[in-house]
């Protein structure tokens, strides 16, 4: 359930940052599904291995290369589906950032909701 919930939530936060910033645009809840499911895809199964990867990088750098990895794996996202396009690499960064901002507090709604 708690799953379901925060999927669908997830899309209604990627319709929300389509429609804050012009950057990112989804064409229909459907889309934002999808690419709300690809989104998380990509950082279940790819982000690990990035960061891994670029660990140096992201020492030099005092973690703030993780903000590169969300905005590559955002623009990745954009690049795979139709419904869902992000207009260059700084839109993918500010896009990823309040898409993720936004998921921080959903993730803590639902588990605050939730765990009742």
């Given amino acids: 359930m708690k799953t379901l919930v925060t999927w669908l939530l997830a899309a209604c936060a990627l319709l929300l940052v389509a429609y ?15 690419a709300a ?9 790819l982000r690990p291995v990035l960061v891994v ?7 030099i750098t005092l973690g703030l290369f993780l903000f590169v990895i969300n905005a590559l794996l955002f623009w990745a996202a954009a690049s795979v589906l139709d419904g869902f396009h992000v207009n260059g690499f700084g839109a993918a960064l500010l896009g990823s ?14 588990k ?3 765990s009742r």
């Fill in 53 to 59: 990867l670029t660990l140096p990088v992201t020492l």
């Fill in 112 to 114: 605050s909701l939730l």
């Fill in 37 to 45: 499911f690809v989104i998380g895809l990509f950082n279940m199964v």
């Fill in 20 to 34: 804050l910033y012009p950057g990112v645009q989804v064409q229909s809840f459907t889309s934002a599904l999808i």
């Fill in 97 to 110: 950032l309040i898409y993720s901002a936004i998921m921080l507090v959903v993730d803590a709604a639902v």
